[in-house]
């Protein structure tokens, strides 16, 4: 039985450190505390972080074995979102706590059947798309919200 390399430690992704390795992750994976993972290259390593913790393209996992494997974003389905009152889309969207991409002139979300419909009816232009996604983060902190109570 061979040991997996453990990595209890995510830092910044600097310059002079070559990563030995990428793991590339959509959104939701990229959400974690415990996990076996395998890396886009076949390095496979066991992630024992302290707390759940949102993971960053641009960060990178430090092995114990002073390996380095980079953090990316996977491209997924979403939708760009386009509109003569972005604004207002933009509530709608947030009054229904999806995650939410904000860019100048656009807003990006993840493919929802039901959601495109309404911001269809609200006049929006829908283009579906394969991108990396980078929603805000929560009002209370950095990241993403863990939930809340009304």
């Known amino acids: 039985m061979t040991l997996l390399a453990l990595c209890q430690t995510v830092l910044p992704l600097g310059h002079g450190q070559t990563p030995s390795d990428t793991v590339t992750l959509d959104y939701e994976s990229r959400l974690m505390r415990r ?3 395998e890396a886009d290259g076949g390095t496979a390593f066991m992630l024992d972080l302290a707390e759940v913790t949102n993971l960053l393209p641009g ?19 979403v939708i760009v979102i386009r509109g003569d009152n972005l604004l207002r889309l933009a509530w709608h969207i947030g009054n229904r ?6 860019a100048g002139d656009h807003l990006v979300i993840r493919r929802d059947p039901v959601l495109e419909a309404m911001l269809t ?11 990396s996604f980078h929603p805000e983060g929560g ?9 809340h109570a009304h």
């Open 35 to 37: 996990k076996r993972i």
């Open 59 to 77: 960060q990178a996992l430090q092995l114990d074995d002073g390996r380095v494997i980079a953090i990316a974003a996977a491209e997924e389905p």
């Open 97 to 102: 706590h999806t995650p939410c991409q904000v």
């Open 121 to 131: 009816q609200l006049g929006a232009s829908l283009t579906p798309k394969m991108l």
């Open 139 to 147: 009002a209370y902190g950095h990241g993403r919200t863990m939930g």
